[in-house]
Nanobody
């Protein structure tokens, strides 16, 4: 099992920045892709950013140039640096990792961007 605990979400003004963290613990052998998703009220959960085991990244079109996904050297913490935040970025942000094709999810951290 893999346990994921997100932190860093809070209320921020439009144009501000936040850094989300996701701490991984448990059996991490075999963890591959690591991702951030978000879900706004009344909307489906969507992929925000992803990073592969060898460091390749991908981003949703509406966050390109504003968000940066990264990990620490041990790959036990996943980060999402969010700059130039907009009210439409308001959502519950989830950490997700894939281990031997099985997805694991955290409980989410709330990001609220005020206009």
């Amino acid at each position: 099992q893999v346990r994921l605990v997100e932190s860093g979400g809070e209320l921020v003004q439009s144009g501000g920045s936040l850094r989300l963290s996701c701490a991984l613990s448990g059996t991490l052998l075999g963890v591959g892709d690591m991702n951030w998703y978000r879900q706004a009220p009344g909307k489906v959960r969507e992929l925000v950013a992803g990073i592969t085991r060898n460091g390749n990244t991908n981003y949703a079109e509406d966050v390109k140039g504003r968000f940066t996904i990264s990990t620490d050297n041990t790959k036990t913490t996943l980060y999402l640096q969010m700059d130039s935040l907009k009210p439409e970025d308001t959502a519950l942000y989830y950490c997700n990792v894939i281990r031997y094709s099985i997805p694991f999810w955290g409980q989410g951290t709330q990001v609220t961007v005020s206009s």
